[in-house]
């Protein structure tokens, strides 16, 4: 038998949440017109992406960022970074 908290019981915070509006949402086409405007190019969107996802930090890799990284996106990344750990999970 599986945990309450696994069976979708209302009383665990997370399944209580309300849906999210679209405008709570961080969706990825979003996110990736944030980076290009930033200054990043597909390459550095796929380096960026495939670090958040695997919870890595961003001096991660062969490749120093501040190298790698258009010294625009480097500015950006802390105002888009808060912006994705205020954004709520959705569930």
Known sequence: MLPSHAQGNSRHPRHAQQPLSPKQRM???ELKRRLREAGAGPSHEQRILRLWSHALPRNSGR????????SSLLEALPSIEAELVSCPVNS
Do not use: N
Not at 63 to 70: E, K, N, Q, S
């Open 27 to 29: 969706r990825i086409h």
């Open 63 to 70: 490749r120093l960022p501040g190298t790698f990284f258009p």
